[in-house]
């Protein structure tokens, strides 16, 4: 009997241990999916907020103008702004007149030009061209700048508001693809600059950092993995190229302005040093996972090589090197994602500079698309505001790609041992 009772309450004690650790680990189970939840939604609302304010960049508002082209065709701003007048004969003060020009863009005359220079037979008749209109006046289209602001919150005047109307209702205003956007460099006036400068900038940088990065962190990799001694030499390696792997990447764009443009005397603002400096960034990203890769493969790979009479260089790099591949490409992947969002580094280097040419090379000027992300956000007008939120989904969007196809080779590759 007493046995019994013995055994009921040690069962019941158990019963009571299994229960408490079932709870706990619902409790843990639900913390976490709380945790991802709130991770996702905050995601979604940041995403949601960046694309609300940047999808208006992708839409331009175009004004049609009817203009007599002179025979001489020399003075195209004129030409211009006889055309607006034209258009509103009404306007006779300077002041108000002054106020029709700012219905359109500065680079009105520019095409114009372009236009007239390529066909020059367009001299002396009267050309219908689409030309984009100033910032305010796209900002007030596109609804991002509301018509009811007092006058003093306002860069536009109620004469300009009529006219937009009366342009609207003639058909001669309208809102269509932004290629500007894509196609163009960095510019003073918001509703001409867009980021295919940076964007170059930055693939020629990324091109430079993985013709660096790659070879040399994988030799590194392989070499403290599988062919270094365990010296305290190669431990003091070790160790540095952790701590390396967490620090701040302004100390990487100090080293490279103190080292490639001091030292080498490398061109500023080019490519080359911004590659070698995101280089410097992401080598010990790609050491550690490619060390983490290489560990993963079993040994029984190696000694089966040497056993049928490999080396230890032909069992590394014929046997074990391709079956961790998968895990080094994934690193090396989201140490080059890491490196195309890096502002502060390139900044240190020069490539702030304000390019409006494309890069033909990595030694030519150029800047990147996180800092032209820091340019639009620092200028004042309002316009550049949906610039730079465009700018940041552009950005966003190579971050995501790469990301997704580190993810994608890692499951289509990975070999689970």
Known sequence: MTENLELEAKRLRMSAIREKRHRAETRFRRMGIAAVSVGLVFLAVLFGVVLASGFSAFQQTVVQLDVAVDHTGDNFQGMVKRSLRDAFPDVKSRRHKRELYGLVSSDAAYQLKDRVQEKPALAGKTVSLWVPASDDIDMVVKGRISRDLPPDQRRFTDRQ???????????????????????????????????????????????????????????????????????????????????????????????????????????????????????????????????????????????????????????????????????????????????????????????????????????????ALPVQVFLWADSPERAFEERTAAAILILLVFTIVMNLAAVLLRKKYEIRW
């Open 161 to 367: 508001l009529v006219w937009i109307d009366a342009l609207q209702a003639a058909g001669q205003l309208k809102t269509q693809f932004n290629w500007e956007f894509f196609t163009s460099g960095d510019s003073r006036e918001p509703e001409l600059a867009g980021i295919a400068v940076a964007t170059l900038g930055s693939l020629f940088s990324l091109l430079v950092c993985l013709a660096m990065s790659f070879p040399l962190g994988v030799l590194t990799a392989v070499y403290l993995e599988e062919f270094s001694p365990r010296t305290r030499w190669t431990d003091f390696i070790e160790v540095n190229i952790n701590n390396l792997a967490a620090v701040p990447s302004i100390v990487f764009g100090l080293l490279g302005l103190a080292v490639f443009l001091n030292v080498f005397n490398l061109p500023r603002s080019a490519p080359l040093v911004g590659g070698m400096v995101l280089a410097l960034m992401t080598l010990p990203t790609i050491i550690i996972t490619g060390r983490a890769a290489l560990k993963a493969v079993p040994p029984s790979i190696r000694e089966a090589a040497l056993a049928v009479g490999a080396s230890p260089l032909q069992a590394v790099f014929h046997h074990v090197l391709p079956l961790a591949m998968p895990g080094v490409l994934t690193g090396t992947i989201i140490g080059t994602a890491r490196a195309l969002g890096e502002t502060a580094p390139l900044l240190m280097i020069g490539m702030v500079a304000f390019i409006v040419d494309m890069p033909e090379s990595i030694l030519s000027p150029a800047t």
